[in-house]
Each structure stands twice: as structure tokens, then as C-alpha cells.
């Protein structure tokens, strides 16, 4: 008889030892902690008291050892700090993309396609007939032989031009891109934390171009009062300040910087989770934060209509759902001719990573 055998779930058999699981759990709250790696292990002895994350054979003390001799934290030894090392900055990295690229892999929407087929270094499941000039590399046998013997038969096997199937493939093209980050104090406002997802898929975002497209650029604008670049190393320790959103400063500096770049292709994400409320005039910053200032929202516009004159299209991933939101982000797509995502916190990673391949993916003939 057929079946299916269920037995009790027992998460030490997943191949990982203590070590390894805890640092898991310590590269997920460093994220939460902004870096702060006596705050996480705080927090881990906490846990450890309520669930039991270690036994009398490998304790807490045995972990944090653990993580000196191997390299993921340093201490100092005048003052007794500890602070994580860029071992563990990347490991944080690594962490995130899998967590989000390995959400997004196992569901079956936003495999994009090109809509024309050429030569390229991606795999297109599409096939078409051999034409004049196509290459051997291009030949998709399987489909070809058994074209062939649909069409002479198998006793008389033989493999003609017409027979031929070629596999298409798409051409991945070098993208420069910047990603903004609102980190006014709307972020964190109302009980919700905002400003962590941001921060994972900034990381993932990095660590998937420097690892599967090293070729690409990625700059990160981090934007509030004011707005300034910051390196990918220093997104762990990535926090809100008591900021307004000056999203004119963001988008100036972004396409400063993507006017030094030689790429072909350019591109600007931005997570925000709120509308402008401040510009800068000179020394003087010019704020409003009670509603839609025409002053400000004219300014935001004349840049979404210089990025569109540039080539530039800009995304939008709004992170809160007000009407009054949703209107001024459309507005402002439409005038950039870019996209718009009004996309919950858990399925943010989402939207920007199939956005991020869509946009890479270019045809030629």
C-alpha cells in the first residue's frame, strides 16, 4: 500500500551543528540591532532562557569563543568591546539573499521573459527553426533528432537543415543602479518596523551583483534632511534618524551619480514609505510636514521629468498604502514613465528582485 510516513520534525537533523544554527540566529538579529553585536547576543542569552537554544555540553560562552576563534567578531582588549568583523558584515549579506532570493525562486511568477529572442547568454525555453548564420552552440539536439525521426522515421534515420531546432538565448546586459533608502522617522512610526526589510533587501540586492553580476553597479542613496551615498558595508548599521523626507536631495545625488557611470542602462529603486515634506534651499531647509506641499511635489516632478529626458526610469516601492500616497506616486510615475510598486513589507524582496532581473534582461538580433 501506498502511503506517506510522518514522524516528529526534529530541527538537529538538518545537517547543522549548534554552532551553525546559532549563527544563523545571530546574523538575523544583527540586522535587527543595526550592527550592535552585544545588543544581539543580549538578546540571544534571552532566547536562550525561554526556548533552550543551548545545553550543558556547547553553552552561550562556548558560541561567543566560537565566533572569536573563527573570525566573525573582534574585541578589544583595553576596553572589552566587541564588534562583528567584515566576515560577518558579508555573512549578513548572505543571509538576506538567501532569505529573499530563496522565497522568490521557489514560486512560479515573475520568470520574465524578453519579448524578442536573440543572441545571448541566458536560456530561452523558446526554440524556433534553423535559419542561415545561426551557430552549433544554438542547436537544440533533443528537439532536432526527434524532429527527425517524426520526419524519415527510425529505420531510416538521418538529421536534415529542416529538421534543425535552434534554442534561443537572451542577452544579460551591464545595468548601473541605484537603490534610495527613506530613512526618515516614518520608518519606524506607528508600531511598525520599516526600515529592517529595506535593509535586507538592500544587502541581498548587493551581494547578488557582486557575486552573479560583478560587472554591474550598485550604489546606495540613503536619503532624510539631507542625502548621502553610503558603502554596502555599512548597511548592517543602517539607522532611521529623526529625519524629514527630502526626496528631491536623494533624487539629485542618484542621478549625479549615475551620470559618471558608462553603462548603457540605468536604473533608480526607491523605498519610501512616505511623501516629500522637505527641500533645501541653500543653508535653509524649506519643511512641511502637514500635506502635499505643491512647492516640493513640483520640484520631485521636474527631476522624474529630467530622469525620463536621461533615459533614467525610476520604481517606486511604496511601503504604506494611503490613498492620498498612492496618488502622488502615480502622479509621479506617470511623469517619469517608470513603475510603481505599492508593495507590504514581507513581499517587498520580492518585487525588487524580479524587477531587477526584468530590467537586466535586454534582446538583440
Known amino acids: 500500500m501506498k502511503g506517506f510516513h510522518f514522524s516528529k520534525f526534529n530541527p538537529n537533523e538538518n545537517g ?3 554552532f551553525e544554527q546559532l549563527l544563523d540566529l545571530l546574523m538575523q538579529l544583527l540586522t535587527y540591532t543595526n550592527g550592535d ?17 543551548t545545553n550543558n555540553e556547547y553553552g552561550m560562552g562556548d558560541f561567543i569563543d566560537e565566533l572569536k576563534e573563527k ?7 583595553q576596553t572589552g568591546e566587541i564588534h562583528i568583523t567584515p566576515k560577518t558584515e558579508q555573512g549578513i549579506r548572505q543571509k538576506s539573499l538567501e532569505e529573499i532570493f530563496g522565497k522568490l525562486k521557489k514560486t512560479k511568477q515573475g520568470n520574465h521573459r524578453s519579448f524578442k529572442p536573440g543572441m545571448g547568454d541566458e536560456i530561452n525555453p523558446e526554440t ?15 528537439s532536432s533528432i526527434r524532429n527527425a525521426q517524426i520526419n524519415h522515421g527510425v529505420e531510416s534515420f538521418r538529421l536534415q537543415e529542416d529538421d534543425l ?6 542577452f544579460k546586459t551591464q545595468t548601473s543602479t541605484v537603490l534610495m533608502i527613506d530613512i526618515s522617522h516614518s520608518m519606524i512610526l506607528y508600531g511598525e518596523d520599516r526600515i529592517t526589510p529595506a535593509k535586507k533587501v538592500a544587502m541581498a540586492l548587493s551581494e547578488l551583483i557582486q557575486t552573479k553580476y560583478p560587472k554591474d553597479t ?3 542613496v540613503v536619503f532624510g534632511d539631507d542625502a548621502w551615498t553610503i558603502e554596502v558595508k555599512d548597511l548592517p548599521y543602517l539607522q532611521v534618524g529623526p529625519y524629514h523626507t527630502n526626496t528631491v536631495a536623494g533624487l539629485e545625488l542618484a542621478m549625479d551619480i549615475l551620470r559618471r557611470r558608462r553603462n548603457p ?8 514609505d512616505g511623501k ?3 527641500l533645501k534651499q541653500g543653508r535653509r531647509y524649506y519643511k512641511n510636514s502637514f500635506g502635499f506641499d505643491r512647492k516640493i511635489l513640483n520640484r520631485c516632478m521636474s527631476l522624474a521629468t529630467q530622469c525620463k529626458k536621461l533615459k533614467i526610469p525610476i520604481t517606486t516601492f511604496m511601503i504604506a498604502s494611503d490613498p492620498y500616497l498612492q496618488r502622488f506616486v502615480t502622479e509621479f510615475t506617470e511623469t517619469n514613465n517608470g513603475k510603481a510598486f505599492f508593495a507590504s513589507l514581507d513581499k517587498l524582496g520580492a518585487f525588487i528582485f524580479r524587477d531587477f532581473e526584468r530590467g537586466r534582461t535586454k534582446t538583440v538580433y
Not at 531546432?165 to 537572451?170: G, K, L, P, Q
Not at 542602462?265 to 519610501?272: D, E, L, R, V
Open 165 to 170: 531546432e535552434i534554442r534561443e538565448t537572451d
Open 218 to 220: 550598485l550604489d546606495i
Open 71 to 77: 573570525g566573525y567578531i573582534d574585541e578589544n582588549r
Open 16 to 18: 547543522k551543528s549548534t
Open 37 to 53: 553585536i552585544s545588543e544581539a547576543l543580549q538578546w540571544m542569552n534571552e532566547l536562550d532562557k525561554q526556548y533552550n537554544l
Open 276 to 278: 516629500p515634506t522637505c
Open 128 to 142: 524556433r527553426p534553423f535559419q542561415f548564420g545561426d551557430t552549433l552552440e544554438q542547436i537544440d539536439f533533443t
Open 265 to 272: 542602462n540605468k536604473q533608480i529603486f526607491m523605498i519610501t
